[in-house]
C-alpha cells in the first residue's frame, strides 16, 4: 500500500510538472514538415503550451474540425461552403505559407530547362500530347532536340492538395481540362500511373525514362529532378521557386477579404503559375479558452516563423497580407 | 472446437476421484471450473462474431448512401469519378480478383513444391531449416515489400520480364500491351511472395500428417518415389492443400499497402498484364483520408462491403471444390 501511494505521489508529481495546455489540431501533410519546426521553436519560449499536430491530411483535418474533436484544423484546399454550414461556428481561413507545384520530368536526351505552357501540360496530362517531340513541345523549345519517346504521366494515387492545386490551375488555363476532369483532390485521369504520395511520384519520375509528373517543389530540389519553365499570365517562362511563388501571392487585390482565394496562374511578372496557400481553419469559439493559444502561436508564426519557411522550401507570405491577417487574428 | 471437448472430458472425472479436493460450493468451487471454463470460452466466441456482425453493420450504415444512390450499377460500372460524384467500382473488383489468382497460380506450385522438398525428400533438419526461412518471409511488413517492388521487382518487370513475355506469351493480347514494370504482373508477383510461407507452412503440415505407413505401402506396391508422392502424400492431402490455398487467397484479396504501391492506381479494367489497375483495398487506402464529399466516403465503404463479399465468395467456392473432390472420391 506504501508502495502504491509513493508510485501515485511521484506520477502526480510528473504529470503536475508537466501541466502544460495541449493543444490539438489536425489536417493537411503538405506544411507538416514547417508546422512541426513551428511548433519545436515556440515550445522552446513558450513552455506552457504543447501543440499536437496530426497529419493526417486536409479532408480529415476538415471533419475532425467538424466533429470538434480537434482545437484547430488545416487545409490546403479551403473549405467548401457545404462545409462551412456544417460547422457549430464561423471558421477562419488563415494562411500560414504558399507552397509551389513543380512539374518534373526525366527524359534521357532532354536537358534541363524545358519550356511549357498552360495549355500543353493540359494536353500531356490529359493524354491528348503522347510524344515528347509532339508540334506543341516543338514550338515552345525550338532550340531543343526532342527524342521521339513515349510520355508517361505519372500522377498521385492518393487524394491530395497537390492534385487539387494543379487541377485548379489546368482548369483555369485550359476549358478543355476543366470540361473533361474538373478541379478536385482526386480526378479519374485518363492516362498514366498513379504512384503513392509525394515521395512515390518523385521515384517513379526518378526511374522511369519519359517520365512527367507533378510534385512539390521541395521534392523536386531535393532530388534534383528537372523542373518545367511555365509560362504565366505575362508570358515569361518560370522556374518554381519560392520567390516565384511569394510573388503571386503579393498579386492578390484585397488582402482583408474572403482568402478563400486561388492565387493559380496570377497577373505579373516573374510569378510561378502554380502557387497555393495553406490555411490554419481557426474556429471564432468564445468557449474554447485554447484558442487563445492558438492565435498567439500563429502571430509568432507569421511574424518570426516566416523566416524558417524558405530553408524548407516553402513561400513566405508577402508582407501586407501578414500586416492584414494580425488584425484579423486579433 | 476440439480443444473444448478434450479439456471438459479431462476435467470432468477429478471431482470424482478427489471429492475433497477443492474449496467446496466456492465460486471457484471444482464443480464451478467446468461451467466458469464453459461460459469464459463461449462469451469469447459470441465476442468475436458480435464484434464482425457491428463491423459489418457500421460499414453498411456508412456506405448506405452509395448503395441507394448507385444501386446494383456500382457493381457494373466501372466509372470512378471523385469529382463528378460518380462512382462504380467494378474496376476495383476485377482488379482484386485478377491479382488475387493470378498471384495464386505462381505461388500454389511453388509452395507445394518446396512443402514437398521439405517433408519429402531434405533430411529433416535440412527441411526445418528451409521452413525456418520461408517462415521468415510472412514476417516481413508489408510496406517493406512494397518499397522492394517498387525500387528493385518494378525495373526488374520492365527490363527483364516483359521481353521474355512478350516474346513467348505476346500473341494473346493479353499478355502484349505498354509496359512501365507497374501494373498488375508486379502486384500480382508481390502477392505470390507474400502468400507462399502460408500455403507452404499449411502444405507441410498437411503433408506431415500422411502416415509413414502409406508411404510405405505404396513404395512396396513398386511405386517410383514420384508415384509414391503424387499417390500417397498429395492425393489424400488434396483438402489440405486447397485449405492453404484459400488462406493465401484470402490474404492476397485484401492485401493493401504493398499493392497500392506498385500497381499503377488506375481505375480501369486492366487490358493487359502489364497495365495499371488499382485493388479495392488499394483505393480504399489511398482516398479516404482525402474523401470530400460524403458520397465519396459512403462510396469507399461500399468498396469494403464488396472486399468482404468477395472473400467469402471466394471461400464458398474453395469449400465447393473440396467437397465435389470428396465426395468422387468417396463415389
Known amino acids: 500500500m506504501k508502495l502504491f501511494s509513493l508510485i501515485l505521489g511521484l506520477l502526480l508529481s510528473l504529470t503536475s510538472t508537466h501541466a502544460a495546455i495541449n493543444v490539438n489540431g489536425a489536417g493537411a501533410s503538405f506544411p507538416y514538415p514547417i ?12 513552455k506552457e503550451v504543447r501543440f499536437n499536430y496530426q497529419a493526417i491530411g486536409s479532408g480529415g483535418g476538415i471533419r475532425q474540425l467538424l466533429k470538434q474533436t480537434v482545437d484547430f484544423g488545416a487545409s490546403d484546399a479551403p473549405m467548401k461552403d457545404k462545409d462551412m454550414k456544417k460547422a457549430a461556428w464561423p471558421i477562419h481561413h488563415i494562411p500560414t505559407v504558399l507552397g509551389a507545384v513543380a512539374i518534373s520530368y526525366n527524359v534521357k536526351g ?23 517531340n509532339d ?17 508517361l504521366v505519372v500522377r498521385r494515387a492518393d487524394g491530395s492538395g497537390t492534385t487539387a492545386v494543379l487541377s485548379d490551375y489546368l482548369s483555369t488555363v485550359s476549358s478543355d481540362f476543366q470540361k473533361k476532369m474538373g478541379r478536385g483532390k482526386s480526378l479519374r485521369w485518363p492516362t498514366g500511373i498513379g504512384a503513392k504520395g509525394n515521395d512515390g511520384v518523385t521515384n517513379m519520375i526518378k526511374q522511369t525514362d519519359g517520365a512527367v509528373g507533378y510534385i512539390e517543389l521541395a521534392y523536386a530540389v531535393k532530388n ?16 518554381p521557386s519560392t520567390d516565384g511563388v511569394s510573388r503571386s501571392a503579393a498579386t492578390l487585390k484585397d488582402f482583408n477579404g474572403d482568402l478563400r482565394v486561388s492565387i493559380v496562374d496570377a497577373a505579373g511578372s516573374g510569378v510561378y503559375p502554380i502557387s497555393a496557400f495553406t490555411y490554419i481553419l481557426l474556429p471564432v469559439d468564445s468557449k474554447n479558452k485554447k484558442l487563445v493559444e492558438v492565435k498567439k502561436f500563429l502571430r509568432w508564426a507569421l511574424s518570426t516563423g516566416q523566416d524558417m519557411a524558405e530553408e524548407l522550401h516553402y513561400a513566405p507570405l508577402p508582407k501586407k497580407l501578414v500586416k492584414a491577417l494580425e488584425g484579423k487574428i486579433q | 472446437m476440439e480443444n473444448v471437448v478434450n479439456h471438459s472430458s479431462n476435467t470432468k472425472p477429478t471431482p470424482s476421484s478427489s471429492p475433497s479436493g477443492g474449496p467446496k ?35 453498411l450504415k456508412q456506405a448506405w448512401p452509395a448503395v441507394t444512390e448507385f444501386g446494383v450499377e456500382f457493381i457494373t460500372s466501372d466509372w470512378w469519378n471523385p469529382v463528378e460524384d460518380q462512382f462504380g467500382g467494378l474496376s476495383f473488383i476485377v482488379g482484386t480478383v485478377l491479382t488475387s489468382i493470378i498471384a495464386i497460380i505462381i505461388a500454389a506450385p511453388v509452395s507445394i513444391g518446396v512443402a514437398l522438398l521439405m517433408t519429402e525428400v531434405l533430411p529433416e533438419r535440412a527441411g526445418k531449416t528451409i521452413g525456418l526461412f520461408v517462415e521468415m518471409i510472412a514476417a516481413i511488413p508489408s510496406i517493406v515489400f512494397g518499397l522492394w517492388g517498387l525500387f528493385y521487382l518494378a525495373p526488374f518487370v520492365r527490363e527483364t520480364l516483359t521481353p521474355i513475355i512478350k516474346s513467348t506469351l505476346g500473341f494473346i493480347p493479353f499478355f502484349n500491351g505498354p509496359s512501365f514494370g507497374i501494373g498488375v504482373l508486379t502486384a500480382s508477383l508481390i502477392l505470390a511472395i507474400m502468400i507462399i510461407p502460408t500455403i507452404t507452412s499449411l502444405c507441410r503440415e498437411v503433408f506431415r500428417s500422411v ?5 510405405e505401402a505404396a513404395l512396396g506396391l513398386g511405386s517410383t518415389r514420384w508415384e509414391m508422392i503424387r499417390l500417397a502424400v498429395i492425393k489424400p492431402s488434396f483438402s489440405g492443400i486447397m485449405g492453404g490455398i484459400v488462406l493465401g487467397l484470402g490474404r492476397a484479396l485484401g492485401e493493401t499497402m504493398a499493392v497500392a504501391m506498385v500497381i499503377g492506381n488506375q481505375p480501369e479494367i486492366p487490358k493487359s498484364i502489364f497495365s495499371s489497375a488499382a485493388t479495392m483495398a488499394s483505393v480504399i487506402a489511398n482516398e479516404y483520408a482525402e474523401a470530400d464529399s460524403d458520397l465519396h466516403v459512403s462510396a469507399l465503404c461500399l468498396v469494403g462491403i464488396l472486399l468482404f463479399g468477395v472473400t467469402l465468395i471466394a471461400n464458398a467456392i474453395a469449400r465447393l471444390i473440396v467437397w465435389n473432390y470428396n465426395r468422387k472420391q468417396q463415389g
Open chain 2, 211 to 215: 502416415p509413414t505407413l502409406q508411404r
Open chain 2, 25 to 59: 460450493g466456492g465460486f471457484f468451487s471444482l464443480k464451478n471450473q467446468d461451467k466458469l471454463h464453459l461460459t469464459a470460452i463461449k462469451s469469447l466466441a459470441v465476442f468475436v462474431i458480435g464484434l464482425l456482425i457491428t463491423l459489418l453493420i457500421l460499414l
Open chain 1, 224 to 239: 534534383n529532378l528537372s523542373t518545367v519553365a511555365l509560362k504565366n499570365k505575362a508570358g515569361e517562362f518560370v522556374a
Open chain 1, 110 to 132: 532532354l536537358d534541363a530547362g524545358l519550356k511549357l505552357d498552360g495549355t500543353t501540360l493540359a494536353n500531356m496530362f490529359m493524354g491528348k500530347i503522347t510524344k515528347w
Open chain 1, 35 to 46: 508546422y512541426s519546426k513551428w511548433f519545436a521553436e515556440y515550445e522552446k519560449s513558450n
Open chain 1, 135 to 151: 508540334a506543341a513541345i516543338k514550338k515552345l523549345n525550338p532550340n531543343m532536340s526532342l527524342p521521339n519517346k513515349d510520355i
